[in-house]
């Protein structure tokens, strides 16, 4: 169950002190994470049995990033893949945005 790492991430970044919200709305779907700090801005899509690829593919085909294009903040999309066999992340990606 995806949405199970996905309330894990939000626990484990708000007991960290850090902005967390899940499921934010965009005009293209709902990203599964965003995490801000003071420097940064993640963009998070998690699959579940996929591909870290499958992720940053549809983070990009939904051009997640746009919504927050004017928070004043760099952006990075971060694709991260669980393997549930194993119970913990199988794979993961990073892509900073340099520019709008």
Excluded at 32 to 46: A, F, P, S
Excluded at 79 to 87: T, V
Excluded at 90 to 96: A, H, N, R, S
């Amino acid at each position: 169950y995806e949405g199970h790492y996905q309330q894990l991430f939000y626990v484990i970044f708000s007991l960290l002190n850090y902005y967390v919200d899940i499921e934010v709305r965009t005009p293209r779907g709902r990203v599964d994470v965003v995490l801000r700090t003071k420097t940064t801005l993640y963009v998070m899509e998690l699959k579940l049995d996929k591909t870290a690829d499958e992720a940053m593919e549809q983070i990009n085909l939904k051009n997640y990033p746009e919504r927050f294009a004017l928070c004043g903040l760099p952006v990075v999309k971060v694709a991260i893949n669980f393997d549930s066999e194993r119970c913990t992340i199988g794979e993961w990606k990073l892509q900073t945005i340099d520019k709008w």
